[in-house]
């Protein structure tokens, strides 16, 4: 057992010459205009897929300017605490002082997801070689959990990502202090990361407990502050910041949010829950990550979504996979590192030519992937409607109060105040903004009767879908 853990561990003893010192930072530098290329291009052409972009860039711009976090779209001088948990966001408050827009969250977005690049190929190359260890940071960079976090504009997310990385890259390499303390900061991130510090405290306990007992009790203390810190932010700080005085998220657990529990909830989709598991293990891992204990980190996660009755939550959609990337990809760097020790030839071989099978096989995924539209002329310059709806856009006025549907709510959350179109619990605002591919300027001014019943609106600007209405 002694050997097969001297061999896990143990770095690679090949030449390491300037340029392999560099590998991790090119693949991060080239994956980082990858994903900004495809997330701004999204939001050039008015392609957002739903309103969390012009949420996050209304809380930030909130810490920019010295204000109380509130998101409008969630409700007037709604605290975007009370609904999730994520301080974290404050950090990018000075860049969007500088750059007022949502291109800036987006562009730290692609940032970050490169960055996790770094520690995961560089720990590869490390334990496993030159060639290895890049042709995994490659198979983590094009994973299909962070293309389409990277399809889906912005979310919070994007910085648990390296800080997972960074964390699972220091336990590899036995640093345990680094490893507990990048996991920390987690809990700042979201309400259930919590969890996944636990986690990680856990996994370093285990491997810790042999050779260095002390650091081994540290961690168990850590597991307990990382669950303890998580109750705290759901029993009590978002309820604090909730007008409600409750966390909204928990219908989704509830028998009201789909009936039965969680215990039920649990076995409902299993269908797509093991389709799921299966794109987590296979493409990214050959299965082989499921020999570390590394993988523990990704059961927080995937608990909370599979016990929810959001089936949004059980699927490979979204960005909801994007924190179980860097898990995957440290455990099998952790598994290919172990497998030397085994004394099953079989189970050798496979490891030896699995980075190169994995490399084929998110190749062969691409096609069906965020990643395809880099070949697309359209990815590279703006078409015709999202200029046409660019022009609408314009004519609401800087300052004023809209209310909004998807489409329009990014171009508009930066110099606006946005409501969400329908809410009831908001007076008419003065403008609307609304997309419907196939509405037309009667159709819409009878749609905002109905939403607005005691105002009356008329069609200032249209085209391609795109419509402005003004308040009479």
Same mark, same amino acid.
């Given at each position: 057992?002694?050997?097969?853990?001297?061999?896990?561990?143990?770095?690679?003893?090949?030449?390491?010459?300037?340029?392999?010192?560099?590998?991790?930072?090119?693949?991060?530098?080239?994956?980082?205009?990858?994903?900004?290329?495809?997330?701004?291009?999204?939001?050039?052409?008015?392609?957002?897929? =739903?309103?969390?972009?012009?949420?996050?860039?209304?809380?930030?711009? =909130?810490? =920019?300017?010295?204000?109380?976090?509130?998101?409008?779209?969630?409700?007037?001088?709604?605290?975007?605490?009370? #609904?999730?948990? =994520?301080?974290?966001?404050?950090?990018?408050?000075?860049?969007?002082?500088?750059?007022?827009?949502?291109?800036?969250?987006?562009?730290?977005?692609?940032?970050?997801?490169?960055?996790?690049?770094?520690?995961?190929?560089?720990?590869?190359?490390?334990?496993?070689?030159?060639?290895?260890?890049?042709?995994?940071?490659?198979?983590?960079?094009?994973?299909?959990?962070?293309?389409?976090?990277?399809?889906?504009?912005?979310?919070?997310?994007?910085?648990?990502?390296?800080?997972?990385?960074?964390?699972?890259?220091?336990?590899?390499?036995?640093?345990?202090?680094?490893?507990?303390?990048?996991?920390?900061?987690?809990?700042?991130?979201?309400? #259930?990361?919590?969890?996944?510090?636990?986690?990680?405290?856990?996994?370093?306990?285990?491997?810790?407990?042999?050779?260095?007992?002390?650091?081994?009790?540290?961690?168990?203390?850590?597991?307990?502050?990382?669950?303890?810190?998580?109750?705290?932010?759901?029993?009590?700080?978002?309820?604090?910041?909730?007008?409600?005085?409750?966390?909204?998220?928990?219908?989704?657990?509830?028998?009201?949010? %789909? %009936?039965? %529990?969680?215990?039920?909830?649990?076995?409902?989709?299993?269908?797509?829950?093991?389709?799921?598991?299966?794109?987590?293990?296979?493409?990214?891992?050959?299965?082989?990550?499921?020999?570390?204990?590394?993988?523990?980190?990704?059961?927080?996660?995937?608990?909370?979504?599979?016990?929810?009755?959001?089936?949004?939550?059980?699927?490979?959609?979204?960005?909801?996979?994007?924190?179980?990337?860097?898990?995957?990809?440290?455990?099998?760097?952790?598994?290919?590192?172990?497998?030397?020790?085994?004394?099953?030839?079989?189970?050798?071989?496979?490891?030896?030519?699995?980075?190169?099978?994995?490399?084929?096989?998110?190749?062969?995924?691409?096609?069906?992937?965020?990643?395809?539209?880099?070949? #697309?002329?359209?990815?590279?310059?703006?078409?015709?409607?999202?200029?046409?709806?660019?022009?609408?856009?314009?004519?609401?006025? !800087? %300052?004023?109060?809209?209310?909004?549907?998807?489409?329009?709510?990014?171009?508009?959350?930066?110099?606006?105040?946005?409501?969400?179109?329908? !809410?009831?619990?908001?007076?008419?605002?003065?403008?609307?903004?609304?997309?419907?591919?196939?509405?037309?300027?009667?159709?819409?001014?009878?749609?905002?009767?109905?939403?607005?019943? #005691?105002?009356?609106?008329?069609?200032?600007?249209?085209?391609?879908?795109?419509?402005?209405?003004?308040?009479?």
């Amino acid at each position: 057992m002694a050997t097969i853990e001297r061999q896990r561990v143990e770095p690679v003893r090949a030449e390491r010459p300037a340029r392999t010192a560099r590998d991790p930072y090119v693949l991060a530098g080239v994956l980082f205009a990858m994903y900004t290329v495809l997330s701004v291009g999204r939001y050039r052409d008015l392609r957002t897929r =739903s309103w969390d972009l012009g949420i996050f860039e209304q809380a930030v711009r =909130s810490y =920019s300017e010295l204000r109380r976090p509130v998101a409008d779209l969630k409700g007037a001088d709604f605290l975007i605490l009370g #609904d999730h948990f =994520s301080p974290v966001t404050a950090l990018l408050a000075p860049f969007y002082r500088v750059f007022p827009s949502p291109v800036t969250l987006l562009v730290a977005q692609a940032a970050l997801f490169a960055l996790a690049a770094v520690p995961v190929t560089r720990v590869g190359i490390r334990l496993l070689g030159r060639v290895r260890g890049l042709t995994v940071g490659v198979v983590f960079g094009l994973s299909w959990g962070v293309q389409r976090a990277v399809d889906f504009d912005f979310h919070e997310i994007c910085f648990a990502v390296p800080l997972i990385a960074f964390s699972l890259e220091a336990l590899l390499r036995e640093r345990w202090r680094a490893a507990l303390l990048y996991a920390l900061p987690l809990v700042l991130v979201k309400e #259930d990361l919590g969890l996944t510090t636990a986690a990680i405290a856990l996994v370093v306990a285990w491997r810790a407990r042999g050779r260095a007992p002390r650091v081994a009790r540290a961690a168990c203390g850590v597991a307990v502050l990382g669950a303890a810190l998580c109750a705290l932010t759901l029993g009590v700080l978002i309820p604090s910041f909730n007008t409600g005085g409750g966390y909204d998220y928990w219908t989704k657990l509830s028998e009201e949010g %789909g %009936g039965g %529990g969680p215990w039920a909830a649990l076995w409902a989709g299993a269908d797509t829950k093991a389709e799921t598991l299966l794109w987590l293990l296979l493409p990214t891992s050959g299965l082989l990550a499921l020999r570390s204990p590394l993988l523990l980190v990704a059961l927080p996660t995937l608990g909370w979504r599979f016990v929810s009755h959001e089936t949004h939550y059980w699927g490979t959609d979204f960005h909801y996979s994007a924190v179980l990337m860097p898990v995957l990809a440290l455990a099998l760097v952790d598994a290919l590192a172990s497998v030397g020790g085994t004394s099953a030839r079989w189970l050798r071989d496979y490891a030896r030519f699995l980075p190169a099978g994995l490399l084929g096989a998110t190749l062969a995924l691409l096609p069906s992937l965020p990643a395809a539209q880099l070949t #697309d002329a359209a990815t590279w310059r703006p078409g015709p409607v999202a200029e046409e709806g660019d022009r609408v856009l314009r004519a609401v006025p !800087d %300052g004023a109060e809209v209310a909004a549907n998807v489409r329009p709510v990014a171009r508009l959350t930066g110099r606006c105040r946005v409501f969400w179109i329908g !809410d009831r619990d908001i007076a008419a605002p003065e403008y609307l903004a609304y997309h419907d591919p196939g509405g037309t300027r009667e159709g819409m001014v009878r749609r905002a009767a109905q939403l607005y019943p #005691d105002a009356r609106y008329t069609v200032l600007a249209d085209g391609a879908g795109y419509f402005v209405l003004q308040r009479e």
